[in-house]
């Protein structure tokens, strides 16, 4: 089982980024999907779901209305496109397998400065 | 939101010596198919975190068997029976219950 997330870099306040997840090695389409952040020198977030058939997404009150989760599961991918960035998103983003997170990948980092 | 409360924060420990976690719920968190959804994941420095305890006390695979979770209602403990240098690292619990899933702040285990 392997997840990679991609899409990661630097980006200025009011930005946008959109962020991958490929996976590998189980039955993508049949797992709801995660994303979780970490902050600087801080502890875990939980982000966004999504279920295993693309619908009935959910939203931490922090993002709600500026990030969107999707999934591609003819290309195993997980997406979390992200608008009007603020520094407090600056993160690593982690992909996770299901909703109680029993798989992670390596992160990608995610920094907005003004 | 279910607020997550752990304790201690920060965990000094000897070598060989048991340590043990406690993680408190600000509300139950028995699912409806009578599951209750509280795991406990390990982050070593540097690496992505890695969940050990699913379930309150099923261990993952590959999960050393002197990491062992118990608890219910609200109340819930993660124990080392015996810290091995490689148990350093910040541990949290979460609830999978509720939406939204919220975790713990985390507790830092260290060397004495």
């Known amino acids: 089982v392997q997840l990679l997330e991609s899409g990661g870099g630097l980006v200025q306040t009011g930005g946008s980024l959109r962020l991958s997840c490929a996976a590998s090695?189980?039955?993508?389409?049949?797992?709801?999907m995660s994303w979780v952040r970490q902050a600087p020198g801080k502890g875990l977030e939980w982000v966004s779901s999504?279920?295993?058939?693309?619908?009935?997404?959910y939203y931490a009150d922090s993002v709600k209305g500026r990030f969107t989760i999707s999934r591609d599961n003819s290309k195993n991918t997980l997406y979390l496109q992200m608008n009007s960035l603020g520094a407090e998103d600056t993160a690593v983003y982690y992909c996770?397998?299901?909703?109680?997170?029993?798989?992670w990948g390596q992160g990608t980092m995610v920094t907005v400065s003004s | 939101d279910v607020v997550m409360t752990q304790s201690p924060l920060s965990l000094p420990v000897t070598l060989g010596q048991p340590a043990s976690i406690s993680c408190r719920s600000s509300?139950?968190?028995?699912?409806?198919?009578?599951?209750?959804?509280l795991n406990w994941f390990q982050q070593r420095p540097g690496l992505s975190p890695r969940r050990l305890i699913y379930?309150?006390?099923n261990r993952d695979s590959g999960v050393p068997d002197r990491f062992s979770g118990s608890g219910s209602g609200t109340d819930f403990t993660l124990k080392i029976s015996r810290v091995e240098a490689e148990d350093v690292g910040v541990y949290y619990c979460?609830?999978?219950?509720?939406?939204?899933?919220?975790f713990g702040q985390g507790t830092k285990v260290e060397i004495k």
């Open positions: 996770a397998k299901t909703s109680t997170f029993d798989m």
């Open positions: 090695g189980f039955t993508f389409s049949s797992y709801i």
């Open positions: 999504i279920i295993a058939s693309g619908g009935s997404p």
């Open positions: 509300q139950s968190l028995v699912y409806s198919d009578g599951n209750i959804y």
């Open positions: 379930k309150v006390s």
């Open positions: 979460m609830q999978g219950t509720h939406w939204p899933r919220t």
